[in-house]
């Protein structure tokens, strides 16, 4: 990729943040514009209070700035053709288009994609009445999990461990709508057991690249308590993903998947997801992503040594054989600091302070905006304190350390990232 284009980023959260301080960190001096973006991004990227889901708006900001690349990385943007509408409009794109975001826009439309390809999954019922789905679960095994069919911030999972529960989850969903729309249908599906494994692979629809596997610690207190949250920290490499599970993989999932969404006249082209459960029986997808998984970006990105935008544009470009994806032997620890409250109720406009960071430690900001030239907090995700290490014991203690400089105000932050 040309290092002085025009580029702009769709996105406002900490994936973003990490791309572009990649790009920038490998000699990027194009500028690097960021929809809407956040005051913690002011150093590394333009920012405009244009809305990721605002299509018209971001169309016609690229072509009022004359945008030379485009990487659309939130689900909701793709999941409403943002690729497809700048496609159309002469602005080259990274990211699937929207009838390709469909693997992870609906859970009904991925689970029967798996079950029609064969392709590693837990068994599943799908239901578009409350009443059907509570009958079910009266005799269905427990634990179980219920999904929402649409997106749901990464907040629309239950996994049930009673009965109770499991009907709660039902109707919240399919009842009170708490995800609107999005909890229409749902999934009720087999509980699997193992370590759960996140792999985030570039793909131009014909050749698929994995990136190095990562893993995401969703609840929100420390020894794997509370609620599930959008991520509160990640470690890569994950160790449960050895050699051997990763060949399993690329032979009976990850080339699967690509050959069926081709198959089905959904070429994907950008970052496909995969979400693992290393079970008994061997690796299968919990759920499929469209687009980077945050916060696994942060960690996994500090370790590409390719060229980020020569890759981003290989996979656009049909051309990504042609270009290495090469990882280091290293490690990396992003622990997530978060709002008290979080991810329920919190409060927000605290001041952040930034003391000094060791050498190989960096600050990547997701719920922060300037107010009156001072950054501070603006939501429930604030800022993912990043290391790199040779091993992931050092690249933890190096995050943990780097942690005691970056504080705000009714903060909290799990203490065991990389310990499970």
């Known amino acids: 990729m040309d290092k002085s284009l025009t580029l702009l980023v769709v996105g406002s959260g900490g994936r973003e943040h990490a791309l572009i301080k990649k790009l920038r960190s490998q000699g990027h001096t194009g500028v690097i514009y960021c929809l809407p973006g956040n005051g913690g991004m002011a150093n590394d990227a333009v920012c405009f209070p244009v809305g990721a889901t605002d299509i018209d708006g971001i169309v016609g900001f690229a072509a009022e700035k004359k945008v030379g690349f485009a990487i659309v990385t939130p689900d909701d943007p793709l999941a409403l053709g943002a690729v497809d509408r700048l496609t159309a409009a002469g602005v080259p794109c990274f990211g699937?288009?929207?009838?390709?975001?469909?693997?992870?826009?609906?859970?009904?439309?991925?689970?029967?994609?798996?079950?029609?390809y064969g392709i590693p999954t837990a068994s599943y019922e799908v239901f578009d009445d409350a009443g059907e789905a509570l009958a079910y679960l009266e005799t269905a095994k427990i634990p179980t999990v219920v999904k929402a069919d649409g997106l749901a911030?990464?907040?629309?999972?239950?996994?049930?461990?009673?009965?109770?529960?499991?009907?709660?989850?039902?109707?919240?969903?399919?009842?009170?709508?708490?995800?609107?729309?999005?909890?229409?249908?749902?999934?009720?599906?087999?509980?699997?057991?193992?370590?759960?494994?996140?792999?985030?692979?570039?793909?131009?629809?014909?050749?698929?690249?994995?990136?190095?596997?990562?893993?995401?610690?969703?609840?929100?207190y420390d020894g794997n308590r509370g609620p599930n949250t959008g991520g509160m920290g990640t470690i890569a490499p994950n160790p449960h993903y050895t050699p051997e599970v990763a060949e399993r993989c690329m032979r009976e999932i990850f080339l699967p998947t690509v050959n069926a969404m081709n198959a089905e006249g959904r070429t994907f082209r950008g970052c496909l997801y995969f979400g693992l459960m290393i079970t008994a029986d061997g690796p299968?997808?919990?759920?499929?992503?469209?687009?980077?998984?945050?916060?696994?970006?942060?960690?996994?990105?500090?370790?590409?040594?390719?060229?980020?935008?020569?890759?981003?544009?290989?996979?656009?470009?049909?051309?990504?054989?042609?270009?290495?994806?090469?990882?280091?032997?290293?490690?990396?620890?992003?622990?997530?600091?978060?709002?008290?409250?979080?991810?329920?109720?919190?409060?927000?406009?605290?001041?952040?302070?930034?003391?000094?960071?060791?050498?190989?430690?960096?600050?990547i900001y997701a719920g922060a905006k300037l107010k009156d030239g001072v950054l501070v907090t603006d939501g429930g995700r604030v800022l993912g304190v990043v290391a790199t290490g040779g091993d992931v014991a050092s690249a933890r203690e190096k995050a943990y350390k780097a942690c005691e400089g970056v504080h705000f105000d009714n903060e909290f932050y799990r203490k065991d990232i990389g310990l499970y």
């Open 96 to 116: 699937p288009e929207k009838k390709a975001a469909e693997i992870e826009s609906s859970k009904v439309f991925a689970k029967d994609l798996m079950k029609k």
């Open 153 to 220: 911030l990464g907040k629309g999972v239950t996994v049930a461990f009673t009965r109770e529960e499991a009907q709660a989850a039902v109707r919240s969903v399919m009842e009170d709508r708490v995800f609107g729309e999005s909890g229409s249908k749902i999934v009720i599906e087999e509980y699997l057991e193992g370590p759960e494994v996140s792999v985030l692979s570039f793909t131009d629809g014909k050749v698929i690249k994995p990136m190095v596997s990562s893993m995401d610690h969703k609840r929100a």
């Open 284 to 363: 299968k997808v919990i759920e499929y992503n469209c687009r980077f998984g945050d916060p696994e970006t942060q960690v996994v990105l500090p370790l590409l040594e390719s060229d980020l935008g020569d890759v981003l544009e290989a996979c656009a470009n049909g051309a990504l054989a042609d270009v290495p994806v090469r990882f280091s032997d290293g490690a990396a620890c992003c622990v997530v600091k978060a709002s008290d409250g979080y991810p329920l109720k919190y409060e927000k406009g605290f001041p952040i302070v930034t003391d000094g960071l060791p050498a190989g430690a960096d600050v």
